[in-house]
Structure formats: C-alpha cells, structure tokens
C-alpha cells in the first residue's frame, strides 16, 4: 500500500491537502488607544491545535518508517507468481484414438498433452490388451511405438492380472468394480529445445477392487509421471515414459468411504480433459 493510499491519495490529503496546517492568529485591534493586547499567554485553543498536529506529524513519521513492499528480493530459483498457476488455455477438442489430440507447438501444449497421456496410462484400459494397444497407438511416437507395445505388453502379463482379481481381459469379479484412475495435480517442463520436451507430472491415483469379499481394497497413492514428448509435425508424442513414488502429503483425518460408496463414485464421476 503506498503513503497515497493510505492518506487519501493526494499527499497527505487527510490532514489538509499540502502537508501543512496552519493557525490564524487574531488580528490586533483598529483602534490604537485601545487596551492591549495580552501576549504573555496563548490561548487555550491554540495550544490544544498545536499538540494535535505536533502528535499527528510523529505519528506519520512513523508510520513511514515501515515499508510498504519487504526489501528482500526473491532468489533465482524461486518460483514465479505465474510458473505454478493455470494458464486458461482452453482444452483442445480433437480427439485420435480415444484421447485428447492436437496440442499447441509450444511448453503449455506439452504440458497438456503429458498431463493427458498420464490419464490415460493411469486407467483401467491399460489392463486390456486390445484398449492398451489402441492408446498407446495414439500417443506414442512412431519410432518408439513398437518398443513401448512391447514392453507394456510384458507389464501387464496375464500373471499380473490374476494375482490383481482380475479376469484375462482385464475385467472384475462379478459382484466388484475395478478401479484404476489417475488424476493430475500439476505439470513441470524440465527441458525444452528443438521439437522435444521432457514433462514431469505429479498425480493422485487410485487401485483396487470394491467388495466385502476383495483382497486388494481401493487405495490412494500419490506418484510423478516422467515424460520424453517428440513434436511429429502436428502433435506431441511420447517416446519414453517412467514414474516414481511421490510427493506424498500427509493423509488428512478424513472417515474411508464404503466399499459400495467407491464403486459408485468411478461409474458415476467421469474424467476431463486437461490444460495447462
């Protein structure tokens, strides 16, 4: 807040405008032979108007002694105001393959397209051989496509899906939901130069199988999806991806929901489309 502001912005406007007050003293009579006039004591009027502006000079002196803004400048590797804040770039609305297509040439479109391909690994789909093909057909480039097939494929091995619950197609019991469902909560470019970015992003997921009767509860855990996105003249696509545990906040104390309660909620909530 600056001294205008606070003063009604003209200066010291509050206090009379100009920064000063002045005290018009009574005039001296007309008439010469009149009685005299008494200087040996001030009025009481006067002195009462003299401690006020005396009082109301020391008391803006210091009130300006504080600054309005601190004088410690940020360091170079604090974030800026805006580095962590959305952008307001409106989703893309094209789609290729089931997902989100047709991002921006530039750090916020890769940033998005990261962002959405995290869902999308992150989601039941992938434990369905003909589903996980089909998303990792629109999103991976075309020279690491048959590579990251392959070794999605090895990960999601038909061992994997019975020590899970789940059926060869990846599907629940009867009686259960299967829930698999990541939820970005921010995006970082790390590097980005000459048509290829590398994209962290930090997300919430959830796992597990709803019943009384499942071994593997829904549970939520936190990690961060490292991202290599290719520009391939239209889109951003991706060439390698890893994930590691974390950042973890602490839990709050928040009562676990039923069972039943989860199983709704997945069939009920449907996802979005990001944007940085």
Known sequence: MSNDDQYGGAGYGEVGGTGQTRTRLPEAPADPYGPARRTSRAPRSLVTVVGVVVLLIAAIAFANQAPDTPDAKPTDDTPSATSTSPTGTNPVTGKQGGLPSGFAQDQQGAQSAAANYAVALGSDSMFNSGRRHSIV??????????????????????????????????????????????????????????????VDVWCIGMFGLTGDKSTRPVTSSWFTISMSLKWNGSDWKVVETSQKDGPTPVTGDIPVSTSDEIGSAVTEFGGFTYAR
């Open 137 to 198: 057909d629109a999103m991976a480039d075309e020279s690491s496509r048959a590579r990251l097939q392959a070794a999605f494929d090895a990960d999601y091995s038909a061992g994997l899906l019975a020590q899970i619950g789940l059926t060869k197609d990846g599907l629940a019991p009867t009686g259960s939901t299967f829930v698999n469902r990541t939820v970005p909560a921010g995006a970082k470019v790390k590097n980005f130069a000459g048509g290829a970015a590398s």
